[in-house]
């Protein structure tokens, strides 16, 4: 598969039991339908940190690539923006029609820490929750 910003060839990397597709060239990832997901649920964290120790950073590319990105997967599909919320939101470029997702540097790093912040807010309300309902018992 080609990178769709730069058309550098991806590199499959195993991280977690997922296979990713990662540039070395302008260090953006391509991940699969449900890959995201699968990433957050096994709570890794700093997968992209963890591959600029063991790839380096590559240089900054040169000319602007900013333009109308087609899906490394499917070719003829172009990738649409959409936002990821869950805390906060995070821009990233999914195929419409294989739902793949192409991250630029530092989208999955913040989607993963995202992931544990959102564990801990829940952690946070069910121990209020618990300490509500027990103030409620003592009264
Ligand atoms: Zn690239
Ligand atoms: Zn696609």
Known sequence: MKCPKCAALLSPLTTADVILDKCHSCDGIWLDYGELKKLRESGTQGIEQELENQFGNPAAPMQNLDGYLRCPSCEDSGL?????????PVRVDRCPSCYGMWLEKNELDTLLLDKQQLDNIKVEKSLKDLLVGLVKKLR
């Open 80 to 88: 649409r923006t959409i936002y990821v919320s869950y805390v906060k």
